[in-house]
């Protein structure tokens, strides 16, 4: 039931990924929210004492007795009606003011403290998260990671932590509200607590249904919609060939409208309850009228009636805020659900070690030697074991083409090598090292060139440094790596040369290029062990050709392991593995002819 109300379990995971000292600096600031609310419950004393002061004063009658002690505390008994009033009076608008101000005050330094609890959060997710393997990564689509890492993030921070301590203050508040005034008028108490808490109770059970439902509907939405946006521009050639430009137009237009009903709808669901506030108030301060003078001598009805206009002059805005943080929770754990699915995923994954990269380009000490000992591997569902006991050794210097059908595990083993899959039994080992450790130990000594190679928006020099700084790789280093790609020319003719700026994906330059460039990212570290995923498969012939010697010098050098059907890259190795005639248990053994594939 109370986890229908407030998700508590959500808030909880929340919090945990937290460092402590924020989580003890969060606590301190809840309770400074709610410490000041005491300020409040004085005012409403002092002000009830005013009421009936004055209606006692001007009718010159003896004060009642609770207002004997409040007079006697500030020293007042003595005094003249009107400096009672005057003294008491000010004293209540001082409190009020210092209330307001540092209320607002602290809630500026809660706004700024929470960019650093979204900090924290985004980090301690980011770092492990790049701890998942390749496998979960890939698991769900760019736009749903792009989502849980960005959105998702600060529907956490801002939405459920910020919200949650700013919910715990309100209810400090009002609790100090409720039992002020029932201390000062039973009655009045329970009609307060009655009557406003009754309707917020009443209001909330509608509002976060309708309020979580959008949230959902929002971030599923959302993510379709880029989805479709993203489909269009990375299929323009195919939509457009099939004519269905118009129809995606219109999809997508579909989907941005039904997102802007959601959000008009999401904006309308707190003033819901505004409203109804509102007429709690107007309908509470009339009944409430009724019942005093029904009761009471008009002192005392007056005295009531104050304390109850002060009381849910703090009490509804609080009722009000409370209950819209507490919506706002709501959507915000909706909104979130794929960051939490995430966070579900990393329990127990630690933290990846943040490390500076140095431009290396010696490998010393790094032996470019691959063991696989007994090796069995199936991908995580699926009942197809691709490797079954597999004892390969490929050595240093060696030039080995991997071939086989396509589905036959040639991109697995390649994979497998890289540390991007793991064997569920046997070693992978490079360099005597598991693979992710050695990549590790010796950075840059391991290049890989995929099948696909990804350029992104940005200068051919960037996309070849990939993350090193320029300050810190001397031109020569690209030069040379462009050189033996058989780049090098064509960057030489562009006029800003390696400040060309290639667009997302390489797009406008063609599809040999942009594996050219792959290459070129690849060697700019001059790898010890070079593994090529078919990444030669769409040059021509002569640029193959040329490529394939370039490899070939490295003969002796560096290990080279190149997946590739041409004869070109055949031609140059020192032997072929068919990778779907391996079998199961036998050391592969060497075969030192070349083997010509047409
Ligand atoms: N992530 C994956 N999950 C399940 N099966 C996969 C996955 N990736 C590849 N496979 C399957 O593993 C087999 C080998 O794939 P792969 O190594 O990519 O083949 P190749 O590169 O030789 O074409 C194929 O049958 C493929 O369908
Ligand atoms: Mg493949």
Redesign the pocket.
Known sequence: MINRIIPIEKIRDSFKVLPLATKRRLLVVSIVQGALSILDLVALILIGSLGSLAVTGIQSLKPASSNTLILNIFGLSGASFQKQVAILGSVTAVLLITKTLSSAYLNYRIFFFMSTVSAQISSNLMSRYVNMTF?DIKRRSSQETLQALTGGVSSISNGIVGNFVSLVGDLFLLFVMVLGVSTIDPKIGIFTLFFFGGTALATYRFTARASTKIANSLLFENIASNNLVLTVTRMFREIATRGMLGMYANKIRNSRFRISKLEANQAFVPFITKYIMELTLIVGGLILTAIQFATENAAEAISGLAVFILASSRISPAILRFQQALLQVKAAVAGSSITFGILEELKGRSEILSNEVRFEVNHGGFVPEIHFESTLFT?PG?K?T?FRDLSIHIGSGEIVSIV?P???????FADLILGQLTPQRGHVLVSGLPPKSAQLKYPGAIAYVPQEIYLFEGTIKENILLGFSEHEVHDNYIWDALKRAELAEWVNSQDERLDHRVSENGSNISGGQRQRLGLARALLTKPKLLILDESTSSLDKNTEIEIAKTISKLRGQATVISIAHRPAMINISSRVID?SRIKPNRVQKRNKGRVRVR
């Open positions: 496998l991908y699926s197809k691709i086989g396509s589905g036959s595990g040639k991109t697995s990778i």
